[in-house]
């Protein structure tokens, strides 16, 4: 949700310089151990060509890698921090497509992701000559290389620049090739496949109205993929490369050469080998941990809009949802519900807790669900959350070692920040939780939206008066943000002016406050403290804000699924965040923030979504019909068909926007009632695509070069996407048109989506007289899909149907598929489930025999549609089976009427 500010960048003021350095008693004294080697200030020079680099030695190596010693080559540059003496060089062969590489002060002082942040894994090595990876290195001065040992490709090489390693800043540079296919570095909204020449990514999580491109957003995921040309066999390969750290960054691309410039830690390098895209994001949740995934209802149609005056409005919304015949699944309240803003709290005057539960009550019974809003935030008000919270002593303190509480403002004035790193935190949490959620005398969510975890403040800078500020945030009506950023207005072009600075990073206590803006922090040189934490706050355990910053909304996100499956144990858990960082998966599901409902961010949606599958949080998607802004009647019409197969559906817009529930206009209810019935029909396909996630990590939206990695004509393609590797999505892109320039792969077979008529890929096409309630949807050869044979209002209801099996051969006529079914809700199923795995040769379609069937969750079939057929065929030994051929579309229709279980044959004649 946006954040209102009545404060210009103008007002901003100078600070006093001396911030002292206060150990907390609680804090076991370990901030030593993070800031004690930062001595005096001393003066940096910012001049990164006098730095020499490192000298190695000490090699020491064996069958799954090596270890050695950096020394400091001649006198500290000291550019932007203080050069660090000596340095350890691990690196570890972990199995076969992963190498880990890290580079560390010896004296382990600099800070690292902890591993109960973000899992690692323990013990992992393979023999270096099984590796697909090989790493290789030059003593003097040090640098190193990556290569793929199938075609001696060099994929990361580092000779060209010095390593820098200072207490708060690192410096590491690879060569890249000029042009190269490069993909990730999120959260971004720039063009999916990055910019190559003049191009900077900065990580420092922030909240950014109208995700505006060519800047810092909400998370960050320092994992790109590098699709490339093996200059051997001439076949595109993919790898990856993560650094796992956690504070603010800057990566430039520029000139053949792709650079971290990083405010401190240590390099924690993991490379994967891929060498496909999708291989290299489950290579990624091997070290950390693998995504969670929605239960079935969480691929229903969502609804929120902030602005809902009253319980009445909400409860208008659901019975409109109903009149007009769309199907609703989940109803949303956004910070309205609060009693003046405050989270574990309602507003007893608009949302009373008895007349909510009366809602809430109706939507259960009704087979649907309801969520709301929680910002970590917290009161700095006479009331429970804050003053349980204050007793176990959650909060985080001010900088200057008062001990008193850090008040930053937020939605209900001044408010307080959790520390996560506290030992009190998570219960305090989980306990506020169960009271507030209480399912018999609370409000009993089904799901959870946590925001504003950047964590975002509304104090433009540190020094700004809290109660000026909140009043100004308060006063009704709230006033429009004057912080001047041109991506309100709609329409407005992709990019965003950059200041490359020069300056120096001055002193240490200033540049734990500043960060001194060379990380291009708000695609300017913004403060890394405003609208913030600010960043010489100290968490549990002495802990810098400044290190950790970018984790705030991982760890509040850990500790909300911890609250949540204490409320319902075993049911899987879905909760949106916003602030994300590498292994966000593991705890959930994300929108993309505030986006505006311009055709542009229609567009967008799609790039910001695939990123996604880089980023190994499969459950995304952006708002739809846009946030800010008013949408208008057909881009929300077309929005609604666009998004059909985003993970998550949701419709949700802004409190100074129009109203844009699917019901309010005739083409957008005509969309959306389209777009749900083929996306419901389509749920068990999705929901067994996230079968797959869960167990392997396998991403569920693909762009469409996942799957066609030899045509470079799709490289770029970031208007159409591919679902489950089976469905491809091209939606019209321009206001007013009726027609869509699409790129379908040559040489391959595909489908027309629901006539099933068979069209061969031509590369680019243009559809014409495409209506408001289509979206050009394509189904690949070889594939066999399972639909439900109808749509229902509610997916409980869709999971009653029966099945019609797609087959739609490849152009050798083959064609396989699978199907997963459990009660789509339980995190553990133990054997009650149903997975099916079916091949098609032209003659026969099979069950392997070894799937698992339990008939509590049966694949009734009432038809078998074989497509591209020529003939009419006969089905042979199968009692009952009736077949009809359709000269026009090809369709071969087997009507059956039975179960497929493991060892179901149907041999065609
Ligand atoms: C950042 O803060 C410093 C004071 O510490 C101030 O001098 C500088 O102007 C600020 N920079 C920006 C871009 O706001
Ligand atoms: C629901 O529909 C009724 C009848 O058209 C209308 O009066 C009301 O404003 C609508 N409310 C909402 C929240 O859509
Ligand atoms: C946790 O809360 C208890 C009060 O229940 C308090 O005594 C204790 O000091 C807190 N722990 C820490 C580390 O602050
Ligand atoms: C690099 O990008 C910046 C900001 O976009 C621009 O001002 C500058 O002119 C570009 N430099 C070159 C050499 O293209
Ligand atoms: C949306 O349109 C209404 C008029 O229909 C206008 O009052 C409002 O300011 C507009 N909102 C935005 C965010 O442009
Ligand atoms: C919208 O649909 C309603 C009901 O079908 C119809 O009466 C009305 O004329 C339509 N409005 C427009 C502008 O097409
Ligand atoms: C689309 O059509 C509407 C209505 O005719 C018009 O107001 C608008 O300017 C058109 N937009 C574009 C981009 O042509
Ligand atoms: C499928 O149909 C196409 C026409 O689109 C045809 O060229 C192709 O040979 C057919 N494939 C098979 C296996 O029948």
Not at 191 to 207: G, H, I, S
Not at 699 to 717: H, R
Request: proline residues 5%; glycine residues 8%; aromatic residues 10%.
């Amino acid at each position: 949700m946006r954040f209102h500010l009545g404060v210009g960048l103008t007002a901003l003021v100078g600070l006093t310089s001396a911030v002292s350095v206060s150990k907390r008693e609680a804090g076991q004294g370990t901030e030593e151990l993070v800031f004690k080697h930062i001595t005096s200030p001393v003066s940096h020079t910012a001049n990164v060509d006098a730095c020499n680099g490192y000298s190695m030695s000490d090699v020491s190596t064996s069958d799954h890698g090596l270890t050695a010693t950096l020394q400091l080559i001649g006198e500290p540059c000291n550019a932007y921090g203080n050069d660090i003496e000596t340095l350890t060089l691990k690196v570890g062969y972990e199995t076969e497509d992963r190498l880990h590489v890290t580079i560390a002060d010896t004296e382990g002082k600099q800070y690292q992701v902890p591993e109960d942040v973000v899992q690692r894994p323990k013990h992992s090595r393979v023999e270096k000559g099984k590796a697909k990876l090989r790493f290789e290195f030059q003593e003097q001065p040090f640098s190193f290389r990556v290569l793929r040992v199938e075609d001696e490709e060099v994929l990361f090489d580092t000779q060209d620049s010095k390593l820098i390693f200072e207490d708060q800043y690192l410096h590491l540079a690879t060569k890249i090739p000029e042009d190269a296919n490069l993909y990730g570095l999120g959260q971004h909204n720039d063009a999916f496949k990055l910019a190559t020449n003049n191009y900077t990514r900065t990580l420092w999580n922030r909240d950014a109205f109208g995700i505006p491109p060519g800047s810092n957003v909400y998370g960050s995921h320092p994992i790109y993929q590098e699709h490339r040309r093996s200059s051997s066999s001439g076949n595109y390969l993919t790898h990856g490369v993560a650094l796992l750290n956690s504070h603010g960054m800057k990566v430039d691309v520029d000139d053949g050469k792709l650079s971290y410039n990083v405010l401190g830690g240590v390099l924690d390098l993991y490379f994967f080998a891929g060498p496909k895209p999708s291989r290299i994001t489950e290579q990624l949740h091997e070290v950390v941990g693998l995504p969670v995934t929605p239960p079935y209802w969480g691929l229903g149609l969502h609804q929120c809009r902030y602005g809902s005056g009253d319980w009445i409005e909400i409860a208008q919304t659901i019975a409109n949802y109903s009149e007009a015949g769309i199907p609703l699944e989940t109803q949303w309240t956004d910070i309205d519900y609060m009693d003046r803003r405050a989270i574990f709290s309602t507003s007893p005057s608009l949302y009373p807790r008895q007349l909510l539960k009366q809602v809430i009550d109706v939507l259960h019974h009704n087979n649907q669900h309801y969520v709301v809003m929680v910002d970590p935030a917290t009161a700095v008000r006479d009331y429970g959350a804050y003053d349980r919270g204050n007793d176990l002593d959650v909060f985080l303190k001010r900088h200057d070692g008062s001990g008193a509480v850090h008040q930053n403002v937020v939605w209900p004035g001044r408010a307080a920040y959790p520390d996560w790193f506290h030992p009190n935190t998570s219960q305090w949490w989980v306990d506020e939780f169960k009271t507030f959620f209480n399912k018999d005398t609370g409000v009993d969510i089904d799901a959870l939206w946590i925001d504003m975890n950047e964590p975002a403040g509304f104090l433009p800078y540190v020094e700004a008066n809290p109660d000026r500020i909140a009043q100004e945030q308060d006063a009704p009506p709230r006033p429009p943000t004057t912080r001047a950023s041109p991506y309100e207005v709609p329409g407005f072009p992709a990019t965003s002016p950059k200041t490359k600075r020069a300056g120096g990073w001055a002193f240490v206590n200033e540049k734990l406050l500043n960060g001194d803006g060379s990380i291009n922090h708000d695609g300017v040189s913004s403060n890394l403290s405003d609208f913030t934490a600010r960043t010489d706050l100290t968490h549990y355990g002495g802990i810098r804000e400044y290190a950790v910053h970018n984790l705030y909304g991982l760890m509040m996100s850990k500790a909300s699924r911890e609250a949540m499956l204490a409320r319902r144990p075993n049911k899987k858990a879905l909760i949106l965040t916003r602030s994300t960082f590498l292994g966000s998966g593991r705890y959930t599901s994300h929108w993309h923030g505030d986006n505006l409902s311009t055709w542009d961010h229609y567009r967008w949606a799609i790039r910001l979504m695939l990123g996604y599958s880089i980023y190994g949080m499969p459950m995304n998607g952006g708002d739809i019909c846009g946030f800010g802004g008013n949408t208008t009647e057909t881009l929300c019409a077309r929005w609604a068909m666009a998004a059909i197969l985003h993970p998550f559906y949701r419709n949700h817009n802004n409190i100074d926007g129009r109203p844009q529930e699917f019901y309010r206009w005739n083409l957008t209810t005509q969309a959306a009632k389209r777009a749900m019935d083929i996306r419901y029909r389509l749920l068990d396909a999705y929901y067994t695509a996230f079968h797959h996630a869960q167990t392997k990590g396998t991403p569920v939206v693909q762009p469409l070069f996942w799957n066609f990695g030899q045509d470079v004509e799709t490289f770029g393609v970031e208007t159409q996407y591919m679902a489950m590797d089976k469905i491809l999505v091209s939606p019209v892109t321009d206001e007013n048109s009726t027609s869509v320039h699409m790129y379908l792969p040559k040489d391959t077979q595909w489908y027309k989506f629901d006539s099933w008529t068979p069209v061969q890929g031509q590369g680019w096409t243009d559809i014409e007289n495409v209506d408001y309630d289509e979206v050009p949807m394509h189904l690949i050869g070889g594939s066999i899909l399972p639909l439900r044979n109808e749509s229902a209002m509610t997916t409980k209801d869709v999971r009653q149907k029966d099945f019609v099996i797609i087959v739609a051969p490849d152009d050798e006529g083959q064609a396989k598929g699978d199907l997963y079914i459990d009660d789509g809700e339980s995190e553990e199923v133990g054997e009650q489930f149903t997975y099916i795995e079916m091949h098609f040769n032209g003659h026969h379609l099979v069950v392997q025999d070894d799937g698992h069937y339990d008939a509590a969750y049966p694949v009734k079939v009432d038809r078998i549609l074989f497509l591209n057929q020529t003939k009419q065929r006969q089905v042979i030994g199968t009692d009952g089976a009736e077949t009809n051929y359709d000269e026009e579309s090809k369709v071969l229709t087997v009507t059956l009427q039975s179960e497929l279980r493991p060892g179901t044959r149907i041999e065609l004649q």
